[in-house]
């Protein structure tokens, strides 16, 4: 099966086409998201407020990196378990987002909002997140600094290797 070369910014018009099962290379902008920023964001949307990014159209992975050793943008930065977002995810799907990319499987009520928005579940290697780090070329904190590791961040990604998942129709690759 050949690997599909994907863009960020292409998700909001691509995304209904991918399969479960699909390889995929993504390059551009994600944005870390975990628990705790989750809550916050969540927080914030309650409030009338922004989220400190844009969830129209956008790309967010589970993952909490570690600080970047010299010469690097980023340290290891594997994916983590994405059923601790399941919570928040529908209301996020709801307002545009089109990727979440992490690990293991999602409640059926993300699958069902996936398919009513129309986005879709990226899977990482878990347990390889040096790896993962080599495809992130640019990572900038732009929120909530004081989670360290959980902090929002703005990741550059070059040719990250994933897997489909979950489709938009709710094809899964997940038992």
Do not use: W
């Not at 709801?94 to 996936?114: F, H, N």
């Amino acid at each position: 099966m050949d690997e599909i070369i994907l863009n960020t910014s292409e998700l909001a018009e691509r995304a209904r086409d991918l399969r479960a099962g699909q390889r995929v290379l993504l390059s551009g902008t994600a944005y870390t998201s975990r628990d705790a920023a989750h809550k916050r964001i969540i927080e914030m949307l309650d409030r009338g407020e922004e989220p400190p990014y844009p969830l129209k159209g956008a790309a967010i992975y589970y993952a909490g990196p570690t600080p970047a050793p010299e010469g690097m943008p980023i340290g290891s930065c594997g994916p983590t378990t994405s059923a601790r977002m399941d919570p928040y995810a529908p209301r996020l799907l709801d307002l545009g987002l089109k990727c979440m990319i992490g690990k293991g499987g999602r409640s059926p009520q993300v699958v069902e909002a996936m398919k009513q928005s129309g986005a879709v579940y990226l899977c990482a290697v878990g347990g390889a997140g040096a790896l993962a780090a080599k495809c992130i070329t640019e990572c900038q904190v732009i929120a909530f600094e004081d989670l360290g590791c959980e902090s929002v961040k703005r990741l550059t990604l070059r040719d990250f290797p994933l897997i489909v998942g979950i489709d938009s129709l709710g094809g899964s690759i997940l038992v």
